[in-house]
């Protein structure tokens, strides 16, 4: 399968399903060409809603559609919908509605767009909303499983999404699980004790991937793990790498406070886990340039990534 961003493989299963459920509503705040649901409201104008630049009234509409018994999934960019925060606090998470959240263009990967357009605090705030699921897939095989799973669930779930074109890490074969982390690279050699083990999400993974790589070819052992599911947590698979790692590095298009980094800081914590982390994510604010540009200038490209997998706790 080819590269696409997850954005794209979203609005292909949101079309699938969409036409097998009819219950499935999709409301947009003016950006249907960006979050890919363009297709969905030509198919099914009738289940489409346009509410302008308005995320807090769609919100709010999608709230009532809920209650009334449809599933509604309201798209918008990433920093956009995240700073609705307040009625999606009380609309979706305090009562628990069915509304699907979708944040498109996460983080710096966005490029040239530039500051205002790119999402990096929203993982932290849903994180801090009870009842919230929040999801992140690296790839197409799992973005399209991860809306199925989203749109069959009952209750709010965000999900993020990037418009950056992700090459394929999981096989055809691979089966998605809610609150799972996944090894999706270890060293042909299995050592006793691995170098580090690579904890990524979303736009990164494609460079830890490179990176673990690199480093196998120099003689070190390095293990990858994707982390779809920033909440649910799954703590216990932390726990496992830190027995056998000498570090754990996390891996975020995102604001290192609030997003995986701290996700994967709070298991080993709570778990007592004496083992270093390092995380490579945003402490300030993004730029404008080219997606590969600002992933070498803020650390999230392949090299930093291996540097980081070697560098002295």
Same mark, same amino acid.
């Given at each position: 399968?080819?590269? $696409? ?6 609005? #292909?299963a949101?079309? %699938? ?8 509503? @999709?409301? %947009? ?5 960006s ?7 030509? $198919? ?9 630049i308005?995320?807090q009234?769609?919100?709010g509409?999608?709230?009532g559609?809920a ?5 509604p ?7 956009? @919908?995240a ?10 998470a ?31 705030a849903?994180?801090a ?35 950056q ?14 609150? $799972? ?13 691995y ?5 990524a ?18 003689g070190?052992?390095?293990? @990858?793990a ?7 947590? %799954?703590g ?19 604001? @290192?406070n ?7 800081c ?6 007592? &886990? ?14 404008s340039?080219?997606?590969?540009? &600002?992933? #070498? $200038? ?9 540097e ?6």
């Amino acid at each position: 399968m080819a590269s $696409k961003g997850t954005r794209d493989s979203f609005g #292909e299963a949101l079309l %699938d399903i969409g036409s097998q459920n009819s219950n499935v509503v @999709v409301l %947009d705040a003016d950006l249907s060409k960006s979050t890919m649901t363009l297709a969905f409201a030509k $198919k099914f104008p009738e289940r489409h809603m346009e509410l302008g630049i308005a995320e807090q009234n769609m919100v709010g509409v999608a709230a009532g559609l809920a209650l009334a018994g449809k599933i509604p999934v309201l798209t918008s960019f990433a920093c956009f @919908v995240a700073g609705r925060v307040e009625p999606i606090r009380v609309a979706a998470a305090y009562n628990q509605t069915n509304m699907k959240i979708v944040g498109t263009h996460a983080g710096i990967g966005i490029g040239e767009d530039g500051t205002s357009q790119m999402g990096l605090e929203d993982v932290a705030a849903m994180r801090a909303l009870p009842h919230l699921t929040v999801l992140q897939p690296a790839d197409e095989v799992e973005t399209k499983q991860v809306v199925s799973w989203m749109l069959s669930h009952q209750g709010p779930v965000y999900l993020r999404l990037t418009r950056q074109k992700m090459p394929d890490v999981h096989e055809a074969s691979y089966i998605w699980q809610l609150g $799972k982390i996944d090894v999706i690279f270890e060293p042909a050699k299995k050592p006793a004790k691995y170098q580090a083990t690579i904890v990524a999400s979303g736009g990164p993974v494609t460079g830890a991937m490179e990176a673990a790589k690199s480093l196998e070819a120099k003689g070190f052992s390095v293990r @990858v793990a994707n982390a779809s599911s920033l909440a649910p947590f %799954d703590g216990d698979a932390i726990a496992r790498f830190a027995a056998d790692s000498q570090r754990i590095v996390t891996v975020e298009d995102h604001n @290192v406070n609030g997003g995986l980094g701290s996700a994967v800081c709070e298991a080993a914590a709570e778990r007592g &886990l004496a083992v270093p982390v390092v995380r490579l994510g945003l402490r300030s604010f993004g730029e404008s340039a080219s997606p590969e540009q &600002l992933y #070498e $200038k803020y650390g999230l490209a392949a090299p930093s990534i291996a540097e980081a997998c070697l560098k002295n706790p």
